[in-house]
């Protein structure tokens, strides 16, 4: 435990007698993240804590013993302390254009920070959520034949934190309690498609700047123009496509 690492409060620590002398008991963590048991006969205990969803147990090293084994014989047991890290979410989504190929498998990589590279597989519309620890995690996909990757795109809170050109993948770094969406959009090779991006230009300069948020949910329509009549005011205009922003701030059009 490090002196900035904060305690944390309503926890249940267990504690049983193995030799059957006392009740089982349990104390609640206060807002220090201190417990205490009080008045206890001599004999040894089981401590151990109950865990809560999306954490993890770091000490006592749960590879080795979850709970500690103690002896008390006449005098305190001290520093009997657990650690838990909060895990953090990466959820990768597919997107294929056009929809209609949604059933197309794509293969996918995560890398975790033990270097060991899971594989899953996603087809368009789906998506895959890994609770993870803090720390660096690279994910890639390997492009059938016949697709082209357009663009990875990873958001936090709904903000975008990354997007990259293909081939490459997507490298995130999260903390605890992070959750990171990455969307890996793919376009069928034999697609001709109109694609742009969706930015904030905040100094209004019309180029898109290092640090200018990408905007989703902007509606881009595509217009086929009709033949204008002789004298009419306006050129007709038959909107055959619509587009959404995503969070990258893209948007691809048929």
């Known amino acids: 435990e490090e002196y900035t690492e904060p305690g944390i409060a309503g926890w249940t620590i267990a504690l049983s007698d193995e030799n059957g002398g006392e009740e089982d008991k349990t104390a609640v963590t206060d807002a220090n993240g201190a417990y205490s048991f009080v008045d206890l006969e001599d004999s040894f205990y089981s401590v151990c ?50 929809e209609s190929e949604s059933g197309q498998e794509f293969d996918f990589n995560f890398v975790n920070d033990n270097g060991e590279t899971p594989k899953f597989v996603l087809s368009g519309g ?49 903390d605890a309690g992070d959750t990171i969406k990455c969307t890996f959009t793919n376009i069928a090779s034999d697609l001709a498609v109109i694609t742009g991006h969706k930015w ?17 949910d902007w509606t881009v329509a595509l217009g086929l123009v009709m033949p204008r009549d002789a004298g009419a005011p306006t050129i007709p205009i038959e909107i055959v496509a619509l587009s959404l922003t995503g969070a990258d701030g893209w948007y691809y059009l048929p």
């Open 49 to 98: 804590e109950e865990n809560q969803p999306g954490w993890t147990q770091t000490a006592p090293d749960p590879n080795d013993n979850e709970c500690y084994e103690i002896e008390i014989s006449g005098d305190n047991q001290t520093n009997v302390d657990f650690g838990n890290v909060q895990k953090a979410q990466i959820v990768v989504r597919k997107e294929t254009y056009p």
């Open 126 to 174: 789906g998506e895959q959520t890994f609770n993870v620890l803090p720390g660096e995690y690279t994910i890639s996909e390997n492009v059938p034949d016949g697709w082209k990757l357009a663009n990875v795109a990873c958001e936090y809170d709904g903000d975008s934190v990354g997007e990259s050109a293909p081939p490459s993948g997507e490298t995130v770094s999260v």
């Open 200 to 216: 904030e230009d905040l100094d209004g300069d019309g180029e898109k700047d290092d640090g200018e948020p990408a905007r989703k």
